[in-house]
C-alpha cells in the first residue's frame, strides 16, 4: 500500500481494535457483498498523512476492487481518530457508489483531491489484491522483519509521532467506529453525504 505523500516513510498499523470495529462496520453495511467477497481492511498513520484502503474480493477473482482514501494529518492540530474517521466515512461512501452503479462508475487511478463534508480529502481506486502484493513481497524478500522494521525506521518512534489513542479511550462514548456515519440511520447525516458525494465526479 503505497502513502500520497513522498515524505511519508515511517509509519505505524491502525490499532487491531480500529480494524476490528471497521471490518465490523462494513461488514454490517454491506451484508450482501460481503456474504460473496472477502472484505480487507488496512490502514496506517504517517507523521503527515492517515490512509484507510478498503478492499472487496469477489470469489474466483484476482482483481481486488480497492476503495482509498488519504487525509493530512498533525500531531499537533489533529486526534488520529478525526483522520480515521473520515477515511471511513469517505471509503464507505465510495464503495456504497461503486456498488449502487454495479462497478460502472470511474474512480480516479491517482490521487485526486475532494471536498468531503468540508474537509479535504483524497482517493484514488486500485485493483491491487493484498495477498498476491504481500506474497510477492515474500518472495522478493521484501516481507523480511528486518526490512519492515528498516521501513519503519522505528516502530516505537512512529507510535509516539502518530500519538495513536490508548485503548482505555476506546470506551469513551464520543469515540464511536462501531458504524461509518454514512449509515448511521440519520436523514440529516444521509442527506449530507449524498451531496458530497456528487462532489466526486
Known amino acids: 500500500m503505497k502513502p500520497r505523500l513522498s515524505t511519508s516513510k515511517k509509519w505505524t498499523p491502525f490499532p487491531k481494535d480500529y480494524v476490528s470495529q471497521i471490518q465490523q462496520a462494513f461488514a454490517e453495511a454491506f ?16 507523521p503527515e498523512e492517515i490512509m484507510l484502503r ?3 474480493l469477489e470469489k ?12 493530512n494529518y498533525s500531531n499537533e492540530n ?5 483522520g480515521i474517521h473520515s477515511c ?9 457508489e461503486y456498488l449502487e452503479s454495479e462497478g460502472e462508475v470511474d474512480f480516479p487511478r491517482t490521487w485526486k483531491v475532494f471536498d468531503f463534508d468540508g474537509k479535504q480529502i483524497w482517493v484514488q481506486y486500485s485493483t491491487v489484491n493484498t495477498e ?3 506474497e510477492a513481497d ?10 519492515v522494521a528498516e521501513e519503519i ?17 476506546l470506551e469513551d462514548e464520543n469515540v464511536d467506529l462501531k458504524k461509518p456515519s454514512l449509515f448511521s440511520g440519520k436523514s440529516e447525516s444521509s442527506g449530507k453525504k449524498k451531496r458530497k458525494k456528487e462532489d466526486m465526479h
Open 88 to 96: 471511513i466515512d469517505a471509503a464507505a461512501s465510495l464503495m456504497n
Open 54 to 56: 478498503v478492499g472487496l
Open 138 to 147: 515474500r518472495i522478493l524478500g521484501i516481507a523480511n522483519k528486518t526490512l
Open 132 to 134: 498476491l502484493e504481500s
Open 153 to 169: 525506521e522505528n516502530p516505537t518512534d512512529a507510535l509516539a509521532v502518530a500519538e495513536v489513542i490508548p485503548s482505555e479511550d
Open 31 to 46: 451484508p450482501q457483498q460481503v456474504k460473496t467477497s472477502k472484505l480487507i481492511i488496512e490502514g496506517r498513520i504517517f
Open 60 to 71: 474466483d477473482r484476482l482483481l481486488q476492487n480497492n476503495f482509498e482514501v488519504s487525509v
Open 78 to 82: 489533529q486526534n488520529a481518530v478525526t
